[in-house]
């Protein structure tokens, strides 16, 4: 029987697939296909895993039976009993064995997998003491697993699918479920092989969200309890559109979503004929499209979309899962010139690392006993960035080192304070006098302030005195003018982009930005829902910065606009009290 379960759209499209079900704390577990003629020497790995294990086990049980019957703890003896049986457990080998042989998971995929079945049977039992055990399980798979990290397979992760090759006769898609997907996590599975995603937890511009925009697969966020009712292997229909999740669906609907999977193809082919198509509106304005990026990588993306330039690089993503190491001057410095050769002479707008809230440097890290404070509040982006001089020193002679190799914006996040862009403005000088001293080659940028605070949008003419250029983060700017937590699903319904409170702060923002002559532009989700678009454009903007995958259905609707018409209708939105209902209008 198909069950739905609802959860909130957040990149377009229809993913049709086998379920694989990964445990929050182990999505960090490598997934990859191996060879066929691999499949004797993985399983051979995962044998020396188990008999690693065992060997240690027994020696405990060794060295606890040396201690004598006085001292032997009888509760541990018969907890490693357990162990060295679970280890043996035929279920868990033979089931390990079959993703190995029929699915050609790599070993470290196919344990956790197999972890995640049983796991689900010993939630199930009535008995509370076996359903303990599912703890000893656990237990045991992370042992083998810590002994594998140090036997790496010989294929390499994110290396073709082999289950592509030779007889052609390609198999189903994998779609990934998951209790919660950390945005470092979800860069993981930029190289990886999953056509979708569902997570239970979630905000529509979480960033998990939005990296999942930006690899443009179908994903739906918020999906609460889609992880316990969806089973492995399951079959699943992700619609990203609508926010819906089909399991096990029946011929009709797998049909039907077939049939709009190849109209979406056939949609995005159509609009990839816009790709050098000029961004102009039908009065004549030129309009700026261009690209947010996570990864240097993503400028091929960014160009393939026809973006000219980017206007937001998160830099912090260069920062993140990295057990506290943190990328030196050197390391940025390759991986920002990497940026500006992508693209090509066209601009980089790199914004200073934005840690903090829902992009912790690590997975669940938060800093001890501070788990009542709220991080969206607290130490992130560029406050974070001044509480740890030397390491923004660095940044910023990376990003001025690397705008010698093409044009590069240096872009500060979540500024509101004007003794923080005295501090800052402070740092880039001495950043500059440090390069010099050192003989070391850099470029010009222009500096760029983001309004993603309502105390920045209600000062904007402090932020003129002072940069080049303004680029608002609606993303946050909605988040704290609404006190709408963006991460959580729970109040996302009240996450609202044309509240009249923020269409004030962002009016405001574009139009003394426009009278005196400084750039502005919007590199907050807002920019690239195609819902938006004509209001943005009357509200007076004329550059938009997006993920690559939205940049041509937000030009079609741009070669669309008539600018002038769109200016009175903006205000009359703009004047209402409900302005959604005349977003339609
Ligand atoms: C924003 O807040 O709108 C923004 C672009 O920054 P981020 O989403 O990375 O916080
Ligand atoms: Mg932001």
């Given at each position: 029987?198909?069950?739905?379960v609802?959860?909130?759209?957040?990149?377009?499209?229809?993913?049709?697939?086998?379920?694989?079900?990964?445990?929050?704390?182990?999505?960090?577990?490598?997934?990859?296909?191996?060879?066929?003629?691999q499949?004797?020497?993985?399983?051979?790995?995962?044998?020396?895993?188990?008999?690693?294990?065992?060997?240690?086990?027994?020696?405990?049980?060794?060295?606890?039976?040396?201690?004598?019957p006085?001292?032997?703890?009888?509760?541990?003896?018969?907890?490693?009993?357990?162990?060295?049986?679970?280890?043996?457990?035929?279920?868990?080998?033979?089931?390990?064995?079959h993703?190995?042989?029929?699915?050609?998971?790599?070993?470290?995929?196919?344990?956790?997998?197999?972890?995640?079945?049983?796991?689900?049977?010993?939630?199930?039992?009535e008995?509370p003491?076996?359903?303990?055990?599912?703890?000893?399980?656990?237990?045991?798979?992370?042992?083998?697993?810590?002994?594998?990290?140090?036997?790496?397979?010989?294929?390499?992760?994110?290396?073709?699918?082999?289950?592509?090759?030779?007889?052609?006769?390609?198999?189903?898609?994998?779609?990934?479920?998951?209790?919660?997907?950390?945005?470092?996590?979800?860069?993981?599975?930029?190289?990886?092989v999953?056509?979708?995603?569902?997570?239970?937890?979630?905000?529509?511009?979480?960033?998990?969200?939005?990296?999942?925009?930006?690899?443009?697969?179908?994903?739906?966020?918020?999906?609460?309890?889609?992880?316990?009712?969806?089973?492995?292997?399951?079959?699943?229909?992700?619609?990203?559109?609508?926010?819906?999740?089909?399991?096990?669906?029946?011929?009709?609907?797998?049909?039907?979503?077939?049939f709009?999977?190849?109209?979406?193809?056939?949609?995005?082919?159509?609009?990839?004929?816009?790709?050098?198509?000029?961004?102009?509106?039908?009065?004549?304005?030129?309009?700026?499209?261009?690209?947010?990026?996570?990864?240097?990588?993503?400028?091929?993306?960014?160009?393939?979309?026809?973006?000219?330039?980017?206007?937001?690089?998160?830099?912090?993503?260069?920062?993140?899962?990295?057990?506290?190491?943190?990328?030196?001057?050197?390391?940025?410095y390759?991986a920002?010139?990497?940026?500006v050769?992508g693209?090509?002479?066209?601009?980089?707008?790199?914004?200073?690392?934005?840690?903090?809230?829902?992009?912790?440097?690590?997975?669940?890290?938060?800093?001890?006993g501070?788990?009542?404070?709220?991080?969206?509040?607290?130490?992130?982006?560029?406050?974070?960035?001044?509480?740890?001089?030397?390491?923004?020193?660095?940044?910023?002679?990376?990003?001025?080192?690397?705008?010698?190799?093409?044009?590069?914006?240096?872009?500060?996040?979540?500024?509101?304070?004007?003794?923080?862009?005295?501090?800052?403005?402070?740092?880039?000088?001495?950043?500059?006098?440090?390069?010099?001293?050192?003989?070391?080659?850099?470029?010009?940028?222009?500096?760029?302030?983001?309004?993603?605070?309502?105390?920045?949008?209600?000062?904007?003419?402090?932020?003129?005195?002072?940069?080049?250029?303004?680029?608002?983060?609606?993303?946050?700017?909605?988040?704290?003018?609404l006190?709408?937590?963006?991460?959580?699903?729970?109040?996302?319904?009240?996450?609202?982009?044309?509240?009249?409170?923020?269409?004030?702060?962002?009016?405001?923002?574009?139009?003394?930005?426009?009278?005196?002559?400084?750039?502005?532009?919007?590199?907050?989700?807002?920019?690239?829902?195609?819902?938006?678009?004509?209001?943005?454009?009357?509200?007076?903007?004329?550059?938009?910065?997006?993920?690559?995958?939205?940049?041509?259905?937000?030009?079609?609707?741009?070669?669309?606009?008539?600018?002038?018409?769109?200016?009175?209708?903006?205000?009359?939105?703009?004047?209402?009290?409900?302005?959604?209902?005349?977003?339609?209008?």
């Open positions: 029987m198909t069950i739905s609802h959860g909130l759209a957040v990149s377009r499209g229809i993913a049709i697939g086998r379920a694989v079900i990964v445990a929050s704390s182990r999505v960090d577990v490598a997934h990859y296909f191996i060879p066929v003629d499949i004797e020497s993985e399983i051979e790995r995962l044998r020396q895993a188990r008999n690693a294990v065992a060997e240690e086990i027994t020696k405990v049980q060794h060295s606890l039976h040396d201690l004598g006085n001292d032997a703890h009888p509760e541990l003896t018969a907890l490693l009993d357990v162990h060295l049986m679970l280890l043996q457990d035929e279920q868990l080998t033979s089931g390990v064995k993703w190995i042989i029929d699915r050609h998971y790599n070993a470290e995929w196919a344990l956790t997998t197999q972890l995640e079945v049983i796991a689900r049977q010993f939630d199930e039992m008995d003491y076996l359903r303990e055990r599912k703890a000893d399980l656990e237990q045991v798979v992370e042992r083998m697993l810590r002994f594998m990290r140090g036997v790496a397979s010989p294929v390499a992760a994110g290396a073709e699918d082999p289950r592509h090759s030779g007889d052609g006769s390609a198999e189903a898609p994998l779609v990934l479920i998951a209790h919660d997907l950390s945005p470092a996590d979800m860069l993981q599975f930029k190289q990886s999953f056509a979708g995603f569902v997570t239970d937890v979630g905000g529509k511009t979480s960033h998990t969200a939005i990296v999942a925009r930006s690899m443009d697969i179908p994903a739906v966020v918020g999906a609460r309890s889609a992880s316990h009712i969806i089973k492995q292997d399951d079959w699943v229909i992700i619609d990203g559109d609508a926010g819906v999740v089909l399991v096990d669906p029946s011929p009709i609907l797998l049909a039907e979503y077939g709009k999977q190849r109209q979406g193809e056939v949609e995005r082919e159509r609009l990839s004929r816009l790709k050098n198509t000029p961004a102009v509106t039908l009065d004549g304005q030129k309009i700026e499209l261009l690209a947010n990026i996570e990864q240097p990588e993503d400028t091929a993306a960014a160009l393939k979309a026809g973006a000219v330039g980017v206007g937001l690089f998160r830099s912090e993503f260069l920062f993140m899962g990295r057990s506290g190491n943190l990328p030196d001057e050197d390391e940025q390759q920002y010139c990497r940026a050769e693209m090509q002479g066209l601009p980089v707008t790199i914004r200073t690392v934005d840690v903090g809230a829902d992009k912790p440097l690590e997975r669940g890290v938060s800093r001890s501070e788990d009542h404070l709220n991080p969206a509040l607290g130490l992130r982006a560029i406050r974070w960035s001044l509480a740890e001089p030397s390491m923004f020193l660095a940044q910023l002679r990376a990003i001025l080192r690397a705008a010698a190799h093409g044009p590069v914006n240096l872009l500060i996040p979540m500024l509101a304070h004007a003794s923080e862009i005295r501090q800052t403005l402070a740092l880039v000088g001495r950043a500059r006098e440090q390069l010099d001293n050192a003989g070391t080659p850099y470029g010009h940028v222009k500096l760029g302030a983001m309004i993603e605070v309502p105390a920045a949008a209600l000062t904007i003419p402090l932020f003129l005195r002072h940069f080049d250029f303004l680029s608002i983060g609606t993303n946050d700017l909605i988040q704290y003018t006190a709408i937590d963006r991460a959580d699903e729970a109040v996302s319904h009240l996450y609202d982009p044309v509240h009249p409170a923020v269409l004030h702060l962002l009016a405001g923002t574009i139009s003394q930005c426009n009278a005196q002559g400084k750039g502005v532009s919007v590199c907050g989700e807002m920019a690239g829902d195609v819902s938006l678009t004509r209001l943005l454009l009357g509200l007076g903007l004329r550059s938009f910065s997006m993920h690559p995958s939205q940049i041509l259905a937000v030009k079609q609707q741009i070669l669309r606009c008539d600018t002038t018409r769109l200016q009175t209708w903006a205000q009359s939105v703009l004047a209402a009290e409900d302005p959604a209902a005349l977003m339609t209008d």
